[in-house]
């Protein structure tokens, strides 16, 4: 016969609907019937899967530190750096709050949720009971999974090397392919991974809504500030390049320009949607949902559900260029030949992703289906 999921009673994560769940076949996904919202997705090997892939993600990404990430070469200078050095020669020259932002969200986060999730799960395939403290280190994890961001910093690097193509001679280390694969591996990781199936397998209740989020004031604070960083971030550069002494600036949508004129179309798109078109639309939408929440509106729930979850799945994709600034400061250090360095707006950029990233996290988009309970914020 085949292997079943389990039956049991949750409450919708997005619209709080109780929802009784039957039995699932392997590669079946049980919805909500009233958002949509897709609320377990079984498989019948998925602990295996998810353990597998998170034991060779951790492989790969101790392979990508010790060898050459990238190499560049131009006018007869020539240097390398491997991932550690991405961040060791930016807080040699005093960026090193960029340094930390990229040391956290590519290596730190992206260890700690795969090593939470061996700890969890290697017990259960040797038979061996949950191991201690597994309630913290699965919230932990399910705290952490949005902001690593392991997949957003390759396609950063993908981008640097269409920038820079042009002007230089670049070289692909052996620690670029161990990368690539431990972000391959990062994803199936969380594709595999299903926090339903993952309590049921700790033995933790399934989920239940326990009252609601932070007030819709302390959304409106992070939103109001996203506005005010994204005047510098968009109105000033976001690096310098230093030409044989001479300085470039370049603001976000001056490269995407620049891009354009060079005929990086598909670049310039993805730099001009990540980095312009994402940032101000979650901003404005987040504004929208908190206001009609706020005020009690009771139409279109299901359409602004749909918002809401699209805010949370691009809003930090815009990353793209802090890494993008971060990563061309690294490797491009040839003194007044040629050098990059990050202007002002790349930390006020940074900082519109994360409030509005929090901002996200604090609307409760439950409020949306319980217009009623508005007066509770």
Partial sequence: MPQLSPR?????????????????????????????????????????????FAVAGM???????????????????????NLPGT???????????????????IFLIPAMILCGLIYLLLPQVLGRPVPAGAARVYRIIHGLIPWGMAEIFLIGVLVSLFKIASMADIGIGRSFYAFVLFALCMVATLYYHDQQQMRLRLGLP??????????????????????VLYVPAS????????????????????????LWEHGS???????????????LAKILLLAWLNYTVHTGVRRMPGER?????????VGRWSM??????????????????????????????????????????????????????????
């Fill in 87 to 105: 961040v060791t020669r930016l807080i040699e020259e005093d960026f090193w709050l960029l340094a930390l932002i990229q040391f956290v969200t």
């Fill in 265 to 279: 179309y598909p670049i310039a798109i993805i730099i001009f949607t990540a980095s312009v078109f994402v940032p």
């Fill in 8 to 52: 049991f009673r949750t409450d919708c994560h997005l619209c709080d609907l109780p929802v009784n769940v039957p039995e699932l076949n392997h590669g079946q996904t049980a919805h909500c019937p009233r958002c949509g919202a897709a609320l377990t997705r079984f498989h019948r090997s998925g602990t295996d899967y998810v353990l597998a």
């Fill in 235 to 258: 109105m000033m550069p976001i690096m310098t390049t230093r030409i044989l002494g001479y300085d470039n600036p370049s603001t976000i949508m001056g490269g995407v320009i620049q």
């Fill in 305 to 313: 559900m749909l918002m809401y979850r699209l805010t949370e799945l």
């Fill in 59 to 81: 492989i790969f990404l101790l392979a990508s530190v010790p060898f050459d990430f990238l190499s560049f070469r131009v006018q007869g200078q020539e240097d390398s750096l």
């Fill in 320 to 377: 793209v260029d802090v890494y993008v600034v971060a990563l061309l400061v690294s490797l491009i250090h040839l003194g007044n030949t040629l050098s990059v360095y990050p202007g002002p707006a790349a930390l006020a950029f940074c900082g519109v992703v994360v409030l509005t990233m929090l901002a996200a996290i604090t609307f409760d988009q439950h409020l949306i289906w319980n217009p009623n309970k508005h007066e509770r914020q």
């Fill in 206 to 227: 399934p989920f239940h809504h326990r009252g609601h989020r932070l007030s819709g004031q302390q959304t409106w604070a992070l939103l109001a500030t996203a506005c």
